[in-house]
């Protein structure tokens, strides 16, 4: 193994600090990677929202790319959901905690629709097709929303 | 299409908002984009590293999981970089879009040496081999941030 490689992926690490120094630290850093996650999902998902109502023109290969990037970030939520990690910074209810197995199955779901939006787009569905399983993952998001997150 | 459906769909862009009032808040908005997608991929490079450099046990399925994500991420970078998008929230220097070939070439190594890493965690190769991967994408990383990223 190159040495200096070496070195240099552990400053990487330094820098971009995913070792917490305490539980309280954890909790913040699980705060910000789920909030960065949704961040990312919701600027993906906008656009296919847009194409299928029609607001901006339709393109099947931003959908399709969209699509498979929200099937990969879907089943990434969960692990940011370490236990009782409620900060100023979340708006997450302890009720997701107190109710855990309901709260991962709206994630599984979230999964679930995401998977099937992506392969519907890769497929080339139409338009309609496309806009009905768009409103599937949004009921998904909703659910999860409604019981789990504070207004 | 199920009418209930779109109206949910509606909902959800007005709540996760990636539609913009002004050249401002979309800038706001790329820039959040952006830092979330780094946020990410640090949360997944960082086991990865720590594993590799043995800090942590080494996870065969966990490497080639988050290896996977990096791939898929990496190609998501660029288009936060909107042009002159810097904030108060941002650490990008100007010279990015001063030097545009220069600072995409580095976003294109970046991918390239990602999803390197995620074919050789696919193939389950040996953690040496894994070991100098990590450290060429953590080149990429450095080289970007050297460059074009503000202290």
């Known amino acids: 193994m190159n040495p200096t490689r070496n070195l240099l992926a552990i400053g990487m690490v ?18 910000e990677y789920r909030k960065s996650v949704y961040e990312v999902i919701a600027w993906n998902f906008g656009p296919m929202v847009g194409m299928v109502k029609q607001e901006i023109p339709f393109d099947a290969e931003v959908f ?15 692990e940011g959901f370490i236990p009782d990690s409620i900060t100023d910074d979340s708006t997450a209810k302890p009720e997701i ?9 709206g994630l599984d779901k979230l999964t679930e629709e995401s998977a099937k939006l992506s392969a519907l787009a890769s497929q080339g569905a139409p338009l309609p097709a496309l806009g009905q399983q768009v409103g599937a993952v949004g009921q998904t998001c909703k659910g999860c929303h409604d019981e789990f997150r504070k207004e």
Chains 1, 2 share one sequence.
């Not at 820098?15 to 850093?29: F, Q, R």
């Open 14 to 31: 330094a820098l971009m600090g995913n070792t917490s120094a305490s539980a309280d630290d954890a909790k913040e850093e699980a705060v």
């Open 64 to 78: 399709a790319r969209n699509a498979k990037r929200m099937a990969v970030m879907a089943p990434m939520v969960a």
């Open 97 to 105: 905690w107190e109710r855990w197995d309901e709260f991962q199955a």
